[in-house]
Each structure stands twice: as C-alpha cells, then as structure tokens.
C-alpha cells in the first residue's frame, strides 16, 4: 500500500539555525498538510497546501515557516530560524481529494525535531 | 473548550473487554475521523463518518456520530493487547480537507 515518507525520522538542530523537514506524499494524492505534535500535547494543524499554493494556514504558521513543492514528488516545510519552542514531532499527510469529497488523511511516520 | 474533546484522558482495560472514547465538537462538519497513534509512531486513519451518517463500523470498530449533541463515540469490542494506543478524533471543517484534532484518549489494554 502506497504510503507517505518523510526524512529525516530525527534531527537535532540549534537554535537559529534553518532545518528542512522532508516528505514525499503518496504520488496521486493532490492536497498536502503539516501537522505538527509537542510532546503529550494535540496534533497541531500548521498548513494545507493544493494546486502549488497555500490554501490555508494556521496562527502558529507565521514568517519563519514555508512550504514548497520543489518538484513532482517532495513537500518540503522550512524553519528559517528555529526556536526552542519549535521542538516536536511535525508529520506530513497527503489526500486524494479535500474536505468535501470526505477522504481521510494519510500521514507519515514523523520528523521529530529537537532545537537545542 | 476546544473543537475536538476526547473522554476519559486514559482508559486502562482487561484484554477482551470493550473499550468506548467518547469526542465532542463545537462547529458543523463535513465528516469526524478517528486515528490511532502507536508511541512515538505517525496518525493511522481507522474509520470516517460524513455528517449525514449515524453510525458505522469497521471490524471490530463501531462509531457512533450524533450531531445535534456534537459527540462522536468510538466502540473497540473485543480489544486486544495490540490496540494499546492513543486514539483521536479529528473533525473536518472545509473543503481544504484540515483536520482538527481532540486531545486524544490513551488506551491501555493489559493481557
């Protein structure tokens, strides 16, 4: 079965420094998110992504973050200049169709980034 | 409170007892989904229910919507010592297809 990958699984970075999470959708699926998880906490929405743009982010999505499309396969999310705040699992997820078709999410196993 | 309410918080069971999460919302949706996290493991999608649907079930999965209290509930019957888990209920909202997620119910089944 097809599934969403997303590297590195853990990366370890200091504060200020720029980090690039790395996912992979599943290759016909059309609308692509973040979501990211503080550790004990809820699965935070940060973006969606379809058709090469942004289609909505949340508060917690501000200046530091942006998301690519670079090529027909990658969905990258960049911290420009990371905080200890930023620390977290953040998972990627991929769907055929939005909300208004009801398909589930698909999500990948995680990066879970550690700011020092 | 939050759109997306789990109870309880945790949930500790004998295997082959039943296990019910319970998820409340504040807004109108499209559809509720429920997911299973392992420890330190990625969302796995278990079950969707559209706003128009009562109830639905999957295996040993039965879930229950019932939108004019707001409240979802989700059955394991039969649990077994895999299921220990965190579930989630995660409401969609819009057309973009954005979850958003409850606090999530740990369920510890002991064999």
């Known amino acids: 079965e097809p599934e969403v990958t997303q590297t590195p699984s853990h990366q370890v970075t200091q504060m200020g420094q720029e980090v690039i999470l790395r996912c992979v959708p599943i290759?016909?699926?059309?609308?692509f998110y973040w979501y990211r998880q503080i550790l004990g906490q809820k699965v935070e929405f940060l973006v969606s992504?379809?058709?090469?743009?942004?289609?909505?982010k949340s508060e917690i999505f501000d200046d530091q973050f942006s998301v690519e499309r670079p090529d027909g396969s990658n969905f990258t999310l960049k911290i420009r200049s990371t905080k200890l705040e930023d620390s977290a699992m953040y998972f990627c997820a991929s769907s055929p169709s939005g909300g208004s078709y009801n398909s589930p999410l698909h999500f990948g196993n995680g990066t879970r980034l550690t700011v020092t | 409170s939050q759109q997306g309410e789990e109870d309880p918080q945790a949930l500790s069971i004998q295997e082959g007892e039943n296990a019910t999460m319970n998820c409340s919302y504040k807004?109108?949706?499209?559809?509720l989904q429920w997911y299973r996290q392992n420890s330190g493991r990625g969302l796995v999608h278990l079950i969707l229910i559209r706003s128009n649907e009562r109830e639905k079930h999957s295996g040993r999965l039965r879930v229950t919507l019932d939108t004019s209290k707001k409240s979802s509930s989700l059955l394991i019957t039969a649990s077994r010592a895999a299921d220990t888990a965190s579930y989630f209920c995660?409401?969609?909202?819009?057309?973009?297809?954005?979850?958003?997620f409850g606090q999530g119910t740990e369920l510890s089944v002991k064999p």
């Open positions: 807004t109108s949706i499209n559809n």
């Open positions: 992504f379809y058709n090469n743009e942004i289609s909505e």
């Open positions: 290759s016909n699926h059309l609308y």
């Open positions: 995660a409401t969609n909202v819009n057309q973009g297809g954005k979850l958003i």
